[in-house]
């Protein structure tokens, strides 16, 4: 999978749980508004109650006096005022009609305007007989009609309030819940951010080490390192390609290697020929020679056996490049090794003005090594010598036997 696939993927679930914990508050809100919306409407029905009570207290009081004074407007009065509390009740009733939630309210409220009823058709049946009631028997009627009405409209108020604590509960409970989902959320995405930013992490640090790996490799000559490209990933184009410029940097390695060692083998024929020709002339076979001429075909068969061995060198540093260099390891004179490395430097030595000052063991100093390698390094030292150091300082190799190695 991309990488770009894997943070889109991550986000996109982040987004989910955003949007899913948006509706739901949306929704808690929305049902939080209704509950308000209900509790509103049991708190306007608490007034009308107690308006209700106020009304009810105000036509016993009527009732009251009209028994107490005949007077035929009280009558009147007193009839308005029934019926218009009969009409307030039927609306109460009429709003709570398709009110689910105060199903008990309703219930109550009903019984009491049976009762209210019964004490309005009561009084209007008793209006003719009041002026010939005792005032024990009026009080004993009044009292058997309002004392049961004030108990009921208590049983309703009690209904509706247990109606509103009913919903401030249930508002609290929507507000807990609220909350535990909020926390919930941030702690799902919280945790789901860390997941994600591991796995993502994860996956770009795996594939940069290997990356960083392989290139290390490549740079200390390993051609053969492959990346795993089998993936479908970013890293996993960037793997393919660096495999494939790793292949062509080890096509051209190799082309180099057969164009030295080609070059040497062709050089190393001419160069023998050369060397057996100073040879021949040394040993006089075309004709005589006198000593100074025999010392300078020696410089020359030196100086080719020198060139030889640069040769070699040559060979040698492919075989060291594909691993397969090889010593020959004899037992060999290190003081004539260093000697006859110096001789190949005279000429050179007497034209730029130098002196090779060699402070060397009086005697013969064997080491198990490969002596030409050792041909080598003196004669790289002394060149670079020659190329690094101003005339006349003089040039001067000091070989000394350590005892203990």
């Known amino acids: 999978m991309k990488i770009s696939t894997k943070i889109i993927l991550g986000y996109a679930l982040l987004i989910l749980l955003m949007v899913t914990a948006l509706i739901y508050q949306l929704a808690l809100m929305h049902r939080l ?9 049991m708190k306007t029905r608490e007034t009308d109650y107690s308006l209700r009570a106020r009304d009810i207290t105000q036509v016993i009081e009527d009732v009251e006096k009209f028994y107490s004074l005949k007077d035929p407007d009280y009558a009147s009065q007193v009839k308005y005022q029934m019926d218009s509390l ?21 219930t109550e409220l009903q019984r009491f305007v049976l009762l209210w009823g019964d004490f309005k058709r009561s009084a209007l049946e008793q209006e003719a007989n009041f002026p010939v009631l005792t005032e024990e028997d009026f009080y004993k009627w009044l009292g058997r009609h309002t004392k049961p ?24 409970k929507a507000g807990q819940k609220a909350e535990f989902v909020s926390k919930v959320a941030a702690g799902i995405a919280v945790v789901l951010s ?14 940069l080490r290997r990356l960083t790996s392989g290139a290390r490799a490549v740079a200390e000559g390993e051609y053969s390192y492959r990346l795993d490209a089998s993936g479908n990933d970013n890293f996993s184009q960037v793997a393919r390609d660096f495999n494939f410029m790793v292949s062509k940097l080890d096509e051209r390695e190799q082309v180099k290697r057969d164009y030295v060692s080609h070059v040497s083998h062709e050089l190393k024929a001419p160069l023998a020929a050369m060397q057996e020709t100073a040879r021949l002339l040394m040993e006089g076979i075309p004709g005589p020679v006198n000593e100074r001429q025999k010392r300078l075909l020696g410089l020359t068969l030196e100086c080719g056996q020198r060139l030889s061995r640069t040769l070699v060198s040559l060979l040698d540093l492919s075989r060291i490049e594909s691993d397969a260099l090889d010593y020959e390891i004899e037992r060999t004179d290190l003081r004539e ?17 130098r002196n090779l000052e060699l402070d060397l063991p009086s005697e013969s100093v064997y080491a198990d090594c490969d002596g030409d390698r050792i041909a080598q390094i003196i004669s790289n030292l002394i060149d670079n010598a020659l190329k690094f150091s101003t005339a006349p300082a003089p040039i001067a190799i000091k070989a000394e036997v350590i005892s203990g190695i």
């Not at 508004?33 to 409407?41: D, E, H, R, V």
């Not at 009921?152 to 609290?172: C, D, H, I, P």
Request: overall charge negative.
């Open 33 to 41: 508004q209704t509950i308000n919306g209900n509790l509103s409407a």
């Open 86 to 106: 009969s009409a307030d009740l039927s609306q109460d009733l009429e709003r709570l009609k398709g009110d689910t939630l105060s199903r008990d309210e309703r």
């Open 149 to 172: 009405l004030e108990a009921q409209l208590r049983r309703v108020q009690k209904a509706n309030q247990e109606a509103v604590n009913a919903q401030v509960e249930q508002s609290g």
């Open 194 to 207: 860390f997941v994600i930013s591991i796995v993502v992490v994860r996956s770009i640090a795996t594939s």
């Open 337 to 353: 090794v260093i000697q006859s490395a110096s001789r190949e430097f005279e000429v050179q030595l007497a034209k730029n003005g």
